[in-house]
């Protein structure tokens, strides 16, 4: 088994965790393949008892989408090892604003678990009480119009968003704007500001993907490619990180962080991890 050597930014050696907390995009894999080395790794810790999780900001899947992608990628999975801003969303409507009546913009897969919850959506400005800003490729002036009329014309409604990514990663190096720009739109129109994100770097994120493992966070390991959300949501709840440099950040991003921010560990590639595990 061999695997490249870490480049570490924090003089400690790399250790085994009880519990793998991963990104998907541009961590485990990039469009319809996974990225070299991911593999080897995930099933190597499921042989060796470790307790792996799925985290990703994109709203445009459910669970069970995500689930089905893994294990048509090899990477059989169950849907409740994923969690996204599908699933935080709905657990934060039910919590922090129950009986509320919410528009959606947002993709079907988001709009059907928020009905699914007994959530109710509507677009009736006079009757809203949450706008949900979310990555949303069916975005348009209506949409826009519908949640402007909520927020600014009867001053009734508060402005959530599922994610703060500006852009979602594609295969070649393309992208694709994110709920950052839905929300940006929203916000500039009705002077009204976004209060609260459902996703990374949000320790909402990190609260329910540690609740799901039933780990303590000193147990476990958050993995990603994004400084200013998968590592940041680390450095904000105190728990180790490794920068995988396969995806958006560079090594050199990094080393410009202030020490507490930084990642714990900064790998070339993701089966870097296996030189931690030793044989039962």
């Given at each position: 088994?061999?695997?490249?050597?870490?480049?570490?930014?924090?003089?400690?050696?790399?250790?085994?965790?009880?519990?793998?907390?991963?990104?998907?995009?541009?961590?485990?894999?990039?469009?319809?393949?996974?990225?070299?080395?991911?593999?080897?790794?995930?099933?190597?810790?499921?042989?060796?008892?470790?307790?792996?999780?799925?985290?990703?900001?994109?709203?445009?899947?459910?669970?069970?989408?995500?689930?089905?992608?893994?294990?048509?990628?090899?990477?059989?999975?169950?849907?409740?090892?994923?969690?996204?801003?599908?699933?935080?969303?709905?657990?934060?409507?039910?919590?922090?604003?129950?009986?509320?009546?919410?528009?959606?913009?947002?993709?079907?897969?988001?709009?059907?678990?928020?009905?699914?919850?007994?959530?109710?959506?509507?677009?009736?400005?006079?009757?809203?009480?949450?706008?949900?800003?979310?990555?949303?490729?069916?975005?348009?002036?209506?949409?826009?119009?519908?949640?402007?009329?909520?927020?600014?014309?009867?001053?009734?409604?508060?402005?959530?968003?599922?994610?703060?990514?500006?852009?979602?990663?594609?295969?070649?190096?393309?992208?694709?704007?994110?709920?950052?720009?839905?929300?940006?739109?929203?916000?500039?129109?009705?002077?009204?500001?976004?209060?609260?994100?459902?996703?990374?770097?949000?320790?909402?994120?990190?609260?329910?993907?540690?609740?799901v493992l039933g780990?303590?966070?000193?147990?476990?390991?958050?993995?990603?490619?994004?400084?200013?959300?998968?590592?940041?949501?680390?450095?904000?709840a105190g728990i180790?990180?490794?920068?995988?440099?396969?995806?958006?950040?560079?090594?050199?991003?990094?080393?410009?962080?202030?020490?507490?921010?930084?990642?714990?560990?900064?790998?070339?590639?993701?089966?870097?991890?296996?030189?931690a595990l030793r044989?039962?």
């Amino acid at each position: 088994m061999t695997s490249a050597a870490p480049r570490e930014l924090v003089a400690r050696p790399l250790r085994a965790y009880d519990g793998y907390l991963f990104d998907l995009d541009g961590t485990i894999y990039l469009g319809d393949r996974l990225l070299p080395g991911a593999y080897e790794l995930v099933t190597t810790l499921r042989r060796f008892g470790r307790e792996t999780l799925f985290l990703s900001n994109n709203p445009t899947r459910d669970p069970q989408m995500y689930a089905d992608k893994l294990t048509r990628l090899g990477l059989p999975t169950p849907s409740d090892r994923i969690v996204n801003p599908v699933v935080t969303m709905v657990a934060w409507l039910l919590r922090e604003a129950p009986g509320a009546a919410v528009f959606v913009i947002g993709e079907d897969p988001l709009v059907r678990a928020i009905r699914a919850a007994g959530i109710r959506t509507t677009e009736d400005p006079r009757q809203i009480d949450i706008v949900i800003a979310s990555y949303d490729r069916g975005f348009d002036y209506r949409k826009l119009q519908i949640a402007f009329d909520a927020l600014w014309q009867h001053r009734r409604a508060r402005l959530v968003a599922t994610n703060p990514d500006a852009y979602c990663p594609m295969p070649e190096g393309r992208g694709e704007p994110d709920a950052a720009a839905v929300i940006a739109a929203i916000e500039a129109s009705t002077g009204v500001r976004c209060e609260a994100n459902l996703g990374k770097p949000s320790p909402v994120m990190l609260h329910t993907a540690l609740e799901v493992l039933g780990l303590p966070g000193p147990e476990c390991l958050m993995v990603g490619d994004r400084l200013h959300t998968d590592i940041a949501m680390a450095a904000d709840a105190g728990i180790d990180s490794a920068l995988v440099l396969t995806g958006e950040s560079t090594e050199e991003m990094a080393a410009q962080l202030p020490p507490a921010r930084r990642p714990t560990f900064v790998l070339p590639r993701i089966d870097a991890l296996l030189r931690a595990l030793r044989e039962p």
